[in-house]
């Protein structure tokens, strides 16, 4: 980075978000303390700082939430769609008003950059808002019968790396369908989820409509396991997501399930290489990698694997990591502590098992969780960071010959979440993409979301799909 | 990478040849253009609008308004041009801010190659350079001999760059080598008695090529020919400088620099009117060629209202209050 030309900090304000020193849980409308009284502190990953203290659900506290939310299904569900539709439209354009503060909340909380949170998380959870509000009076329409029926409660329990954008891709279909919810946001990361009930008070949703449970995976696993509920919907980490499925296996729980990931990000020689440099910085680093469709495996074909790699090398030099408030900040702090030892444990075995380990000269600060943005070379099909999730910013490099090498590399791996193409030839993309087995093909761009555009995976990244008109399914008696 | 030298010194010329074997005939200057990796629309579009949310505050932004007030070519192209207007331009250019005399001069006047002897005695002295459009300006439609007199023209009156067009006609046709060889000899044509040469500034008129992989072709080949800056647009046509085209050429110009060690300047011009749309160009600059290219010497604005604009908010600034625009001169 140059030095005659430094940018100067240009935090955002914090002041634009009032934090109380601490919440209940949100049921039947109200925020309520626990049964048993248990709490847990939130920080800042960036500073360690404590930003608030949230309340320990329990199964008694589950029990509640279900019972409100089963209490509130018979009129909700019975409301026509162009009703629930008002409250969903109201909803999106509360975020949207609100969207400063919740960015900067969901920065605060998570670590993530502003520019990310401001330009990408709020405008994506709201428009999801607007795209299920559309569809609450036409599900006559979306091909699962004329009259299709809500499935009772949800039980939703959601991951820590887009909170409240995962909310809102659990929430607003579940909603737009009839059904009532019972969330459960990630223990490092509740507070967007807190402030979207104050969000649905404010709509005037009817009470227990919306059920917000705070806690560790132990309520979660409560929640899932819940008789009363009719619908189970996770996105984490495939080991929990095998867990939850063990749980609700012998139930009549309809399940999805949105997993981990070890995209495959494939580059040919004859792709637009300035972009694809881009894509491939975004796919990894976007979100500090903490992504589960994250392009971390490069393949690189091998006659353009110098350029590229030179290229990428000088771009990731302009990164700018740190202050996840300031607005010229590309990469923020790691999520949790716990992250933070795996990413460093994973990139430690990566230079055992002998990759080639860079990263640009970063300062990192002193206070808080941060790995800097690291790129190994020399992998192979063989080494652990070729196969298992990092969810951090680390890129593993590989090389490929031909297509099919490309797409067998690829597709070797448990995982099936997405994959990115680079290409100019447009009949290799859609070659491509009918031989990778992932459930989102990018190509010449990567970490691309729409509401309109359905997102699940293959394999152990799960099954079923969110967004889109198959968005309902999940959420439909069909 | 090979060590740099700048495009308007001696050395150019033997890194250039290097290069020979792409421009020996229109067939291979052909493969080379087209063997250039293609550029992704949408992906360009997505970097350029993410630089421009770059957030420059305070120090910085001090320090780019400065920056960006010394990069200005500051120019009147108008039929009605008069030698009183074109004086009233260089006095302004001399002295943007007569409430503060320690605002920095504008790198150059541009005007047209008449007012090239007028503008030359009013800068006097200022070290400020005066650029000539030149070669049948902004249209290109003229014969090359008609070209070359209208260059060597401006130069005799005392050009010290001379900005040309190139023949669109000419490359969208695909005749890339005619193109190639207009500018090497509009370059010789910037010869002075002396034996130094004007500078050569190639405009591309960006919106006519309309094509992202169009500006990366003529790109290299302008450099190629031994252009010393490439220059978007005439600001004459409807669509002028954008920032993914700038980034694009900037992009362009990495490369060149890569390949070759040739540092070349890049000059976006037209519709540049806000000092924030200029905090973005430089912005642009900063983090696709860095500091070397953040001087006057290697980036331009070509622009005549940007200055008041800039002016005001330097005024802002330092006073902490807008001033307005019966704050700065008209000229």
């Known amino acids: 980075m140059s030095s005659a030309f430094e940018y100067a900090p240009a935090p955002e304000s914090r002041a634009v978000v009032d934090i109380a020193p601490s919440y209940g849980l949100f049921i039947d409308g109200e925020f309520t303390e626990a049964a048993g009284g248990k709490v847990f502190k939130t920080v800042s990953p960036a500073n360690e700082e404590v930003l608030s203290e949230v309340t320990q659900a329990g199964s008694e506290d589950v029990e509640r939430a279900v019972k409100a939310a089963r209490k509130a299904f018979e009129k909700w569900s019975a409301l026509p769609g162009a009703e629930r539709a008002k409250y969903l439209f109201r909803i999106a354009r509360l975020i949207q008003e609100r969207s400063r503060e919740l960015a900067v909340l969901e920065s605060l909380d998570n670590g993530k950059p502003i520019r990310e949170s401001r330009d990408s998380d709020l405008p994506l959870v709201a428009a999801h808002f607007f795209y299920y509000a559309g569809w609450a009076d036409k599900l006559g329409h979306a091909g699962y019968g004329a009259d299709p029926k809500p499935l009772g409660v949800a039980g939703q329990v959601i991951p820590w790396n887009f909170p409240l954008l995962m909310l809102a891709w659990k929430i607003a279909p579940a909603l737009a369908c009839g059904n009532t919810v019972v969330l459960k946001p990630a223990e490092t990361t509740p507070l967007s989820a807190l402030f979207f009930a104050d969000i649905c008070r404010q709509a005037g949703l009817p009470k227990g409509v919306v059920n917000i449970l705070t806690g560790d995976g132990s309520a979660g696993a409560a929640l899932v396991a819940h008789p009363d509920v009719n619908k189970v919907a996770f996105t984490g980490s495939t080991e929990v997501g095998k867990a939850i499925a063990r749980t609700v296996a012998g139930t009549d729980k309809k399940l999805t399930l949105e997993l981990g990931g070890k995209a495959a990000n494939i580059v040919f020689d004859d792709a637009p290489i300035d972009q694809a440099v881009e894509g491939i910085v975004n796919g990894i680093f976007f979100n500090q990698g903490h992504v589960c469709c994250a392009g971390s495996r490069l393949l690189v074909q091998e006659s353009v694997q110098d350029e590229l790699l030179a290229a990428l090398k000088r771009r990731m030099s302009t990164l700018r990591v740190g202050d996840p408030l300031d607005k010229n900040t590309d990469i923020g702090a790691i999520n949790s502590a716990e992250q933070l030892a795996r990413i460093t444990e994973l990139a430690d075995a990566g230079e055992a098992e002998g990759a080639e380990r860079w990263a640009p000269a970063c300062e990192l600060p002193d206070a808080g969780y941060w790995f800097a943005p690291t790129l190994f070379t020399g992998v192979t099909q063989a080494h652990r960071i070729a196969q298992e999730e990092i969810f951090g910013p680390v890129l593993s490099v590989l090389t490929f010959r031909t297509p099919e090498e490309a797409v067998a590399k690829a597709n070797n791996t448990p995982y099936g979440l997405s994959a990115g193409v680079w290409t100019e030839k447009g009949s290799r993309i859609l070659w491509m993409a009918n031989q990778l087995r992932a459930g989102i093909v990018w190509s010449n761009t990567f970490n691309k979301f729409d509401p309109a555009s359905p997102f699940g995976g293959y394999k152990e990244s799960g099954f079923g799909r969110e967004g889109g008109r198959h968005g309902l399914e999940a959420y439909l008696d069909v | ?331």
């Open chain 2, 1 to 331: 990478m090979p060590t740099t030298v700048p495009a308007y010194g001696k050395e150019a010329a033997g890194r250039l040849a290097s290069m020979a074997d792409v421009t020996a005939s229109d067939g291979a200057l052909r493969r080379f253009l087209h063997g250039l990796p293609g550029v992704d629309a949408v992906g360009l579009q997505a970097r350029a609008a993410t630089l421009g949310t770059r957030s420059i505050k305070t120090t910085a932004k001090a320090y780019a308004i400065d920056l960006a007030i010394s990069m200005i070519d500051l120019t009147t192209l108008e039929g009605a041009d008069t030698p009183g207007k074109v004086r009233a331009l260089c006095a302004k250019g001399i002295n943007p801010d007569p409430t503060d005399r320690g605002t920095p001069r504008v790198a150059a006047i541009c005007v047209y190659p008449d007012m090239v002897a007028t503008a030359k005695e009013a800068l006097t002295g200022s070290g400020i350079h005066v650029a000539s459009v030149a070669t049948a300006f902004p249209a290109g439609r003229a014969a090359l001999p008609v070209k070359l007199a209208d260059t060597r023209d401006a130069v005799a009156a005392g050009a010290d760059e001379i900005d040309m067009v190139i023949d669109r006609g000419a490359f969208l046709s695909g005749r890339y080598l005619s193109v190639f060889e207009e500018i090497k000899q509009v370059k010789e044509a910037c010869r002075r008695e002396d034996g130094s040469y004007a500078h050569l500034k190639v405009i591309f008129e960006t919106g006519e090529l309309q094509t992202y992989d169009n500006v990366r072709r003529v790109s290299w080949l302008a450099m190629l020919a031994g252009a010393d800056f490439i220059k978007t647009s005439t600001g004459k046509v409807a669509v002028n400088a954008t920032p993914p085209v700038t980034l694009l050429m900037l992009e362009a110009v990495r490369d060149f620099h890569a390949t070759t060690g040739v540092q070349v300047g890049v000059k976006p011009a037209g519709g540049i009117r806000t000092t924030k749309d200029a905090m973005k160009y430089l912005v642009m600059v900063n983090e696709t060629l860095g500091e070397e290219w953040l001087t006057a010497d290697w980036f331009r604005f070509g622009a005549s209202s940007l200055l008041n604009d800039l002016l005001m908010q330097r005024q802002k600034l330092s006073t902490g209050r807008y001033s307005g625009p019966d704050y700065v001169t008209v000229d």
